[in-house]
């Protein structure tokens, strides 16, 4: 592939200029006016015509009208060979992103970068997920863009958080395992699979890969962000209201959140509904430290608004924390078995919003 430099010169001639340089003047030729062009002459120019065609007069015999010529000089000034990265950057710098992928495909050069930068410079959106991200080969890439960007709206980012989850899923991170190992886990074969049978399946296993164990700590991740997502919508009222008030700069901030530290921060702001929230779906974490977060509810505070946080005595004469009932937000993951945690040789530790053994 190469490039070319042109140098183009642009040269008018009128009949005049060209007989002189033949010596022969053409015969009735009169000099450019400066008002040549101008509506009084070209009126001027019509009355002689008209004048001459009836009277035949020679005084009134128009002006032979000057001719002009365009001559147009083309010179090359250098030939510059350029290799198809080069051209295939330049294509993506001018966001000509259908001429990069041929030429991607033509020179076998890697389609990923194209559809990275469209990514990218696009917000998230679900039609975004399928026509870009899902297109990207770079498995751990994806996973990653998955965790790190929320989308405007609670849908979509919804949407994100549950393909960075099918990317980590028992088959993924099974396939990921010694050669041949994961040749028997189908995607049909992982919806029968149920909780006990991963369990049996991670237990024929000798350890995990290093890939596996990074897969295994994305996943918890992910995992932390789906149970935020579903706590922070019940926290607005519902999928309904969540699509009318989702503050995705709130949320990013949120899911990475102590969830101690959150409802601590939600009884100093007297938000009593938003604190039973969090000790419904995630009590196993907060219900431990429930007195230091209800002693942060402001004394100006209605009783009312937390009275079922508080912690009572039953008919028996026994202390009860409050009178909640659990409800997480999922069962209990595969990734989360304790078998799995053993295997992963990095530490990796069970997500903060898990639901435990």
């Known amino acids: 592939m190469g490039s070319t430099c042109t140098l183009c010169d642009t040269s008018v001639f009128s009949y005049s200029r060209l007989s002189s340089l033949t010596g022969e003047p053409l015969a009735g030729e009169e000099e450019e006016g400066g008002e040549e ?20 007069n020679e ?10 010529r365009k001559v147009i000089k083309y010179s090359l000034l250098c030939l510059k060979s350029v290799t198809p990265q ?3 950057e330049r294509k993506m710098f001018k966001e000509e992103y259908g001429e990069a992928l041929v030429l991607a495909k033509q020179y076998g050069l890697d389609c990923d970068l194209v559809y990275q930068r469209q990514w990218y410079n696009n917000p998230v959106t679900i039609a975004t997920i399928q026509d870009y991200l899902s297109k990207v080969s770079k498995e751990e890439w994806v996973i990653q863009e998955c965790m790190n960007r929320a989308a405007r709206d609670y849908e979509t980012t919804r949407e ?13 991170v099974m396939a990921c395992g010694p ?8 995607e049909e074969r992982e919806g029968e ?24 700590q994305y996943r918890h991740v992910l995992l932390s962000y789906m149970d935020s997502l579903l706590t922070y919508e019940a926290i607005l009222g519902g999928p309904i209201a969540a699509d009318e008030h989702f503050d995705d700069e709130f949320f990013i901030n949120f899911r990475s959140k102590n969830l101690v530290q959150a409802a601590i921060e939600y009884a100093q702001e007297g938000n009593g509904r938003a604190v039973e929230i969090l000790f419904t779906h995630h009590g196993h974490i907060i219900l431990p430290h429930s007195l230091p977060v209800l002693s942060n509810f402001p004394e100006t505070t209605s009783v009312k608004s937390y009275k079922s946080l508080l912690p009572y005595i039953d008919g028996d004469g026994g202390v009860v924390l409050m009178d909640l009932e659990q409800e997480p937000h999922r069962a209990h993951d595969w990734s989360e078995l304790p078998i799995a945690a053993l295997f992963d040789s990095n530490g990796c530790t069970p997500s903060p919003w898990q639901i435990p053994v």
């Open 37 to 56: 062009g101008t509506g009084l002459s070209q009126t001027y120019m019509v009355l002689r015509h008209m004048l001459y065609s009836l009277t035949e």
């Open 160 to 172: 994100l958080l549950q393909y960075g989850l099918v990317k980590t899923s028992f088959r993924e």
């Open 193 to 216: 699979l149920t909780l006990e049978a991963m369990e049996t399946e991670l237990t024929k296993c000798e350890r995990f890969t290093a890939q596996q164990t990074k897969l295994c």
């Open 179 to 186: 050669e041949g190992s994961g040749s028997r886990y189908d």
């Open 59 to 68: 005084n009134f015999r128009p002006p032979v009208m000057k001719g002009r």
């Open 86 to 88: 080069e051209c295939y």
